[in-house]
């Protein structure tokens, strides 16, 4: 069976997420996963990460961004389609 395409999602993440290691769990979750991108605080507070690979596994961490590390309160997750970077690894920027 072929290998499906890869899919990209960006995800924008509201609530108490800066200061509760969101961005270093992502990148494990993200490695763990075999998914490329980033993660990154903005400067509103809330976390924004590209999320890029197998769409099973780009799915799967979108779902885990919905509750984060276990210290984070996520209250909103705004995702939207993105187009594949080509990203060969995921990075806290």
Do not use: Y
Request: proline share 8%; net charge positive; hydrophobic share 35%.
């Amino acid at each position: 069976m072929k290998n499906p395409s890869p899919i990209a999602r960006n995800v924008v993440v509201t609530g108490n997420v800066q200061g509760v290691f969101f961005r270093d769990c992502t990148r494990r979750e993200a490695r763990r996963l075999g998914v490329t991108g980033w993660v990154r605080n903005r400067p509103d507070g809330r976390v924004e990460a590209h999320l890029e690979g197998p769409p099973e596994a780009v799915e799967e961490i979108v779902g885990w961004c919905r509750s984060g590390p276990r210290h984070a309160e996520v209250v909103d997750l705004h995702v939207t389609d993105a187009e594949p970077g080509g990203f060969d690894r995921f990075a806290i920027r």
